[in-house]
């Protein structure tokens, strides 16, 4: 399968699903994938977002050569809401390595304290810091403001992740 070729070509459910069955656990499929997501065209980078997402979703172990030039990524100002979204969708799912901690925390609070950060993008951040609070307990003071500060101005999507977290580390399930 050529990717580009394949990734142009149509912006589906069922094309990012035979791309995922094509790169399945090969690292060398998946670097080519990668190679087109770091790349400097618009469009691919946006559409090899998704199918990146569900291969480590379903192989978590491809994505660790790539940590770092992912999550500056993240941080890049104008970047496609897609490439953030996707990204965060599987950072949700994997184990990340401890020196990305700082950075990571940090780029999620700026997205879920933003009024401009899209619903799926701050759903897909406070889940991560909620991951990432059970390492850091510190930080959910924070994020429990954060919560309380926005809940009048967000989303239901972001009041059921919120409430979620509450419920699960702070032992309250209702509203803030």
């Given amino acids: 399968m050529n990717l580009k070729q ?47 997402s569900y291969c480590v979703h379903n192989h978590p172990q491809l994505i660790a050569p790539y940590f770092k030039r992912l999550l500056d990524k993240l941080r890049k100002p104008n ?45 897909f951040a406070l889940t991560v810091l909620q991951n990432l609070s059970k390492q850091y307990p510190e930080i959910i003071p924070e994020i429990k403001m954060i919560i309380e500060e926005r809940w009048e101005h967000e989303t239901a999507a972001f009041r059921s992740r919120a409430k979620n977290f509450l419920k699960g580390n702070l032992g309250k399930g209702s509203d803030p």
């Avoid at 069955?21 to 998946?30: E, G, L, P, W």
């Avoid at 996707?86 to 700082?102: A, K």
């Fill in 79 to 123: 970047e496609h809401q897609a490439v953030l979204r996707n990204t965060l969708r599987l950072l949700q799912d994997v184990d990340i390595p401890s020196r990305f901690h700082g950075q990571l925390m940090s780029t999620c609070f700026e997205f879920i304290q933003s009024n401009e950060t899209a619903v799926a993008i701050k759903a």
């Fill in 6 to 52: 394949a990734l142009l070509e149509e912006h589906s459910k069922s094309q990012c699903n035979k791309i995922v069955a094509y790169i399945a656990s090969n690292k060398d499929r998946f670097a080519e994938l990668m190679k087109l997501f770091f790349g400097k065209e618009y469009r691919l980078t946006q559409r090899a977002a998704w199918p990146m």
